[in-house]
């Protein structure tokens, strides 16, 4: 689990805006599109690995995966949300 504190200076390196702890209902929506084979991150890749956490950008447009309770917050790494509403 990450900690607070340093949930509460991450920031989405994009815009700049504050990012939260994914629910867990957006874990299992993100990983049913990973075992549908149809998650892509902003880079163009297809996300094969399942995860266990996500950040959500303030505006609710983009999740950065954590794995190993370390967040990966580079702009390509990025999954739209659109793809699983």
Known sequence: ML???LLDILVCPENKT???LANDDIIVKVN???DAGTL?????????EKI???LIRED????????DDIPV???DEA????QIQ
């Open 73 to 75: 917050m580079l702009i």
């Open 40 to 48: 892509k991150n902003r880079g163009d890749s297809i996300i094969e």
């Open 60 to 67: 609710q447009a983009w999740l950065y995966i954590v794995r």
């Open 32 to 34: 049913a599109a990973i």
């Open 79 to 82: 999954i739209a949300l659109e």
């Open 52 to 54: 266990d956490a996500g």
């Open 3 to 5: 900690d607070q504190e």
């Open 18 to 20: 504050p990012v939260a």
